[in-house]
């Protein structure tokens, strides 16, 4: 299993266009999410390993905070973060207990961005827009980021073991929302997102 837990925290939303301004107050929060993993390793010396990490795409719910908080869930998004580690195994092949440490890359890629009608018509509503006159989109910036890692590996048999490892990895992105009547975008809103998930993962091993 592969958890996800953001720690994190946002800018104020601001408006970009007709005009620059925030909405005072104004926070988001991504909650936790669990998920399958999948990982496969090669060794290139009996120390020496590159790792392939890959999820089953969670749903990251955001929350409001601040004066968004009344508004509870204001949309969600799939996070699809396939990672590469470079990692050196402590000790000997045979050892029934390995740590390993290792330093990699992961590119995250948020689709099926979704926002709730509550923070739509908040938006409209704070450039003047009636109730169910408009629709807002939204769009999370992809970003590439290192990725930290430390693990445990224990061997049941000599095919057969379980790792458990924590991932940390420093990463800021922007939210975009653009607002639109009949079609046309009358307004662009934006919210800064530093994310810094740690990731810890627990998966059974075999090796061929």
Known sequence: MLHYAPQDKSSTLRFTSPVE?????????????????????????????IEGVLGVPPRLKLYGSGTLAPLGQLGSARLYGPTVLAKYFFGEPEDKLRFS???????????????????????????????????????INNKFGPVLNVGVNYAFTKNLGMTFSVSYIPMKTTATMTTRVNGNAVAVSKAKLTLDPIVPFLYLTYKF
């Open 21 to 49: 301004r925030e909405i005072p107050g104004s926070g988001s929060s991504l909650r936790s999410s669990t998920t399958l993993g999948f990982s496969g390793h090669y060794f290139i010396t009996d120390q020496v390993a």
């Open 101 to 139: 440490a290792g330093v990699g890359l992961t590119y995250a890629y948020f689709g099926n961005t979704r926002l709730n009608g509550g923070l739509q018509q908040a938006l409209g509503g704070a450039i003047g827009l009636p109730p169910g006159a408009s629709t807002t989109s939204a769009k």
